[in-house]
């Protein structure tokens, strides 16, 4: 590996260390948990829209876990600002893996996605297509 994922690499370190955006929002539109089982990494996710419903003004997450869910979850929240909840819809495992800038091990994937699977879930919740009551779980 190249100078450019050594970059990354500290990318993802500060993220870990200095996330962005961790905390609480007062009133958000949406809130949801999800977890990684097979790590151990808990991420919540509350999200504020516009009046119109379809824009993410604010996100904020909580949690612990590994260095990359966190990571994750902090470089997500930076990239969610201003995206359309049909934007968020239509994120994918590769746009995470590509957002991180490392190659993510099979086992680590699981890791990398649950913030955003969680904003997503959070989401349909919000718009009636997921039960409340259910929880995120990144292991099948």
């Given amino acids: 590996m190249g100078l450019g994922s050594d970059m990354y690499r500290q990318q993802i370190l500060d993220h870990y260390k ?8 007062e009133d958000p539109d949406f ?3 999800g977890e990684n089982p097979s790590c151990g990494d808990t991420i919540r996710m509350e999200v504020d829209l516009d009046d119109a ?23 997500l929240s ?10 968020l819809d239509a994120l994918d495992t590769d746009d995470v893996t590509e957002m991180l800038g490392v190659d993510i091990s ?6 990398a996605v649950l913030g955003r699977q969680v ?17 995120t779980i990144t292991e099948e």
């Fill in 78 to 87: 930076e990239r969610l600002h201003g995206m359309s909840v049909d934007e």
């Fill in 119 to 135: 904003a997503q879930d959070g989401s349909k919740i919000h718009r009636g297509e997921l039960d409340p009551d259910d929880r």
């Fill in 53 to 75: 419903g379809e824009t993410i003004e604010a996100v904020r997450f909580t949690g612990d876990g590994c260095a990359i869910s966190m990571a994750s979850a902090s470089m």
């Fill in 31 to 33: 809130t949801h948990v």
């Fill in 106 to 111: 099979p086992m680590r994937v699981k890791c």
């Fill in 18 to 25: 200095n996330p962005r955006n961790y905390g609480e929002l």
